[in-house]
């Protein structure tokens, strides 16, 4: 099993839907989780972070739930420019990152 | 943007050369960090450094090698490559606190590496 664990999508949306995507990690001593996006041949760049139960950005609302080990990502409102791999990250310490491998979004007019 | 460029940005080599990528950081950062991307795995780490001179192993190390003789420079280097090492490598840099504990890392633009 992997400890970081993604649906990989693709998940399909007309613009203006709301859409949102979990993500279940294994290792119940990580510490933090993030979410960072990636568009096609690009590199990942950080989304939002999710330090203890949730964060918000706009339209953008991440949760964790430590009790059932997931974090979830909502997205109110797709945007076009919304259409990337989003991938979820948690932090096990020293400096580890685990990386999950990523839900594809398709935003559509 | 955090100031961190690779070099080359893509490259294509036959099995049994050696190849070094380039990672630069402007930012003064302590950490920096290797990983490799490849289809059906998250981002794995290669090696990473605390500080010149200072390098520890990744998840996936075997068959590179790190160096880092100044603070902005951290190279990969591939001893012999192999048809298995053809990927999508990424640098990043972290922005960690001990104080905090916490981790925040930013990552390069990539350098794609073929190997034939």
């Known amino acids: 099993r992997k400890e970081v664990e993604q649906d990989p999508g693709p998940f399909n949306v007309p613009e203006g839907a709301t859409v949102a995507f979990n993500c279940t990690y294994s290792?119940?001593?990580?510490?933090?989780f993030f979410w960072y996006r990636q568009d096609c041949r690009k590199e990942p760049k950080l989304l939002m972070s999710?330090?203890?139960s949730g964060n918000e950005d706009g339209r953008f609302t991440a949760q964790l739930n430590r009790a059932s080990q997931y974090i979830s990502l909502l997205i109110r409102d797709s945007k076009l420019s919304d259409s990337a791999t989003y991938l979820c990250?948690?932090?096990?310490?020293?400096?580890?990152?685990?990386f999950g491998t990523g839900t594809r979004l398709l935003v559509s007019p | 943007d955090a100031g961190i460029t690779q070099s080359p940005r893509h490259k294509v080599t036959e099995t049994g050369t050696p190849v070094t990528l380039r990672c630069h950081q402007t930012?003064?950062?302590?950490?920096m960090y290797w990983y490799r991307q490849d289809p059906g795995h998250g981002l794995r780490l290669i090696h990473y450094?605390?500080?010149?001179?200072?390098?520890d192993k990744g998840e996936v190390s075997d068959g590179y090698s790190v160096s880092r003789s100044k603070t902005e420079d951290f190279l990969l280097t591939l001893e012999s490559a192999t048809s298995s090492q053809t990927s999508v490598y990424f640098c990043a840099i972290s922005e960690s606190s001990y104080a905090s504990d916490q981790e925040t890392q930013y990552f390069g633009p990539g350098t794609r590496l073929l190997v034939l």
């Open positions: 999710v330090y203890s």
């Open positions: 290792n119940s001593a990580s510490q933090s």
């Open positions: 930012e003064n950062h302590r950490y």
């Open positions: 990250v948690a932090y096990t310490g020293f400096q580890k990152l685990v």
């Open positions: 450094s605390y500080g010149v001179k200072d390098t």
